[in-house]
């Protein structure tokens, strides 16, 4: 009962490391993240494969997440033409491209990726970032080029950054923001918890704000069965199933579980939804905040 009749895989990833760089997959030795396992993700990993991992889910779209920030626009180019293979089925129905908005042609950038018919916003990773960008005045101008392209943005940061991402969203409350991962919830101890809760809880009073559980395999690794479903609970309490979208994250959480029991996991933590419910939160609000209806 707890599975969904429809899924959009709502985060993913596809590379093929003959045609692109990828400089984080192409760098010989342990991942300070992942360690010696991060050799199981230095392979290519194409819509085939993809299809193979999905199986028998009722996985009807996805989007696709930059994989590499080297050629963003060369990226995209590759992912669209895959896409348009009849092998691909149309996977990926959707792309979120790359742009750095601490650039000079971040314009031409974000042009570019405009003109490929599957770009709908983009992604630029911050929990990581040195120089704290989000306090930085040119970055934070530059980001309001995404209005011109009607672009939604992927906000990947910290539950401690909240302040700075804050002041982006209420700066910006005419773009639409996409929390991925759950908001890093890596931080399990009763603090981090509570961190955690208090920053969803301040982005869900933010209408321009939304929520996508995916990640979980990567965060939590062989433990992700022992937190999906109390991290996908709260999600729920917190922002509500019209506001909440879901992804696999793969083939990077390949690294914590099989495709079918990440899902698995996400159908546990939904389990007492109505049918419409559970429709938005693994169908409706990716269609909608991905543009899906419109492809």
């Not at 709502?10 to 396992?37: Q, T, V």
């Not at 989007?63 to 992912?79: K, W």
């Amino acid at each position: 009962m707890s599975r969904p009749k429809r899924i959009i895989d709502a985060h993913h990833h596809l590379w093929d490391l003959s045609e692109n760089i990828h400089p984080w997959l192409s760098k010989a030795g342990p991942h300070p993240m992942f360690g010696e396992d991060f050799d199981a993700l230095r392979q290519t990993y194409l819509p085939a494969t993809f299809l193979n991992d999905i199986g028998d889910l009722p996985v009807e779209m996805s989007v696709h997440l930059q994989a590499d920030a080297s050629d963003p626009v060369r990226e995209s180019l590759g992912l669209n033409r895959m896409a348009k293979a009849p092998a691909s089925r149309g996977f990926p129905h959707a792309i979120v491209g790359y742009a750095d908005f601490s650039k000079p042609d971040v314009a031409d950038i974000l042009a570019a990726q405009a003109e490929i018919s599957r770009v709908v916003g983009i992604r630029q990773t911050l929990h990581h970032r040195s120089g704290r960008p989000l306090d930085q005045e040119i970055w934070v101008r530059n980001f309001g080029l995404l209005r011109k392209h009607d672009f939604s943005f992927e906000l990947q940061v910290y539950p401690r950054q909240l302040s700075e991402a804050l002041r982006l969203v209420d700066r910006y409350d005419d773009i639409q923001f996409v929390l991925p991962h759950a908001g890093l919830p890596q931080d399990r101890t009763a603090e981090g918890i509570q961190q955690w809760q208090n920053a969803m809880c301040a982005f869900a009073k933010r209408e321009n704000v939304v929520v996508k559980a995916s990640g979980f395999g990567m965060m939590y690794r062989a433990d992700y069965l022992k937190h999906t479903a109390a991290v996908i609970r709260d999600l729920l309490a917190i922002f509500g199933a019209n506001r909440c979208l879901a992804g696999s994250n793969y083939p990077v959480d390949r690294l914590g579980a099989s495709y079918a029991d990440i899902w698995q996991s996400m159908f546990d933590g939904t389990s007492e939804l109505s049918i419409d419910e559970r429709d938005g939160f693994y169908f409706g609000t990716a269609a909608r905040i991905y543009k899906l209806n419109e492809h």
